[in-house]
C-alpha cells in the first residue's frame, strides 16, 4: 500500500455510497466528530486578510437557514451522525441575535456535546455571561496585536478596548480556557506576537498562532509573504524558553508548546507549511445550508435545499454522509495546480 504525502492511504475516489450508519467517515478512514457552524457572513470588523473596507455583498436573508432549520440540522448531526464537538462561527456570531437560543437548543440535546464559539470579541462583555447560562463552554477569541493602532488597521475598526473588556468577561463568566487566535500581520507580526504570549501569560489566556491561509475575498494572499510557524517559533525563542509539550496531539490544530518551563502554552496552528489533513476530524455547514468536507473544498451539498422541500431526516442524513465520504486527503494548498475557493473566510465559517 502506498500513502500520500500526508499519510493518508493512497485510495482511488470511490464512487459506491457511503455507508448509511456509523460514525461519519470518509473513504480514507478519518472519522468527522467536530462540527462548525457558521451562523452568519456578515461582520462588525473589515480585517484586511478577509474582507476589503467596504464590506462584501451579504447572503440575502431568505437563504440564510431558520433558527428552527439550523436546530434541525443540529440534532441530525448529534443524534445520527455522532457530532461531539460544536463550534459556532461567522462571519462574526455576536452580530446573530438568535445566538443564545441556538446554543441553548444545542445543549439540550443528547448526547450532549461541547459547546464552543469562536468570536471577534466585540460584544462578548455583554453576552458572556447568558452565553453561559445558555451552555456555552468555551470561547476562542480573534487578536491579532495588542496594539491600539495595528489593531485598528488590521481590522480598520477603532476597538481595541472592547475585544479586552470581552476577554475579560468570558473570564469572569468561566468560559475557561480561553484562547486568543492570533494571525499575524506581515511586518509587524514578529513584534505583535511577544506583545501577544506577553499579554496571554499576564492575563491566563492561551495563545493560538495561525499561519495566514488563502482565504481572503481578494485573494491577495502570497505564500512568500506568510510568517510562517518557523519564524513565528523562531522569534518567540528570542523571548520565550520554549518546550514541546508531550501531551499527544490528537486531531487537534496546534502543535503546542510550554512556556518558560510552566504550565502555560503556546500553540502554532501551520495549515500552510505543516499541514494536519491527516488527522482532521471536521464537517462545515455555512449559513446558508451548504455542508462543505473541507475548509478549501470546492463543492458543497445544499442542504437547504432537502429541508425546504420536505426531506425527512434520513435523506438529510444520507446527503450529508455521502459529502463527507467523498472528501479529499489533503487542502491543496501547495500543490501547483491549488484553486483558492469561491467563498472567503467570513462565508465559510473557522
Known sequence: MTVTALGLPTVSRVTSPAPAAGPLVDTFGRIATDLRVSLTD?????????????????????????????????????????????RFTGGEPLVVKHLEEVVAATAALRPRPEIALTTNGLGLARRAQALVDAGLNRVNVSLDTVDAARF?????????????????????A??????????????TGREDVVDLLTFCLEHGYQLRVIEQMPLDAEHHWRRDQVLTADDILSTLRGHFTLTP?????????????RVNGGDATVGVIASVTKAFCAACDRTRLTADGQVRNCLFATSETDLRALLRRGADDAEIEASWRQTMWQKAA??????????????PMSAIGG
Open 152 to 172: 485598528a488597521a488590521i481590522t480598520r475598526r477603532d476597538r481595541l478596548d472592547d475585544v479586552i473588556d470581552g476577554l475579560a468577561a468570558a473570564q469572569r
Open 174 to 187: 468561566g468560559l475557561g480556557p480561553i484562547k486568543v487566535n492570533a494571525v499575524l500581520d506581515p511586518a
Open 330 to 343: 489533503g487542502h491543496g494548498i501547495n500543490d501547483p495546480d491549488f484553486v483558492q475557493p469561491n467563498r
Open 42 to 86: 456578515r461582520c462588525n470588523l473589515r480585517c484586511t486578510y478577509c474582507m476589503p473596507a467596504e464590506g462584501l455583498d451579504w447572503l440575502p436573508g431568505e437563504e440564510l437557514l431558520s433558527p428552527a432549520e439550523l436546530i434541525r440540522l443540529l440534532r441530525i448531526a448529534v443524534t445520527r451522525l455522532g457530532i461531539t464537538n460544536v
Open 245 to 257: 509539550d508531550t501531551a499527544p496531539r490528537g486531531s487537534a490544530p496546534a502543535q503546542l508548546w
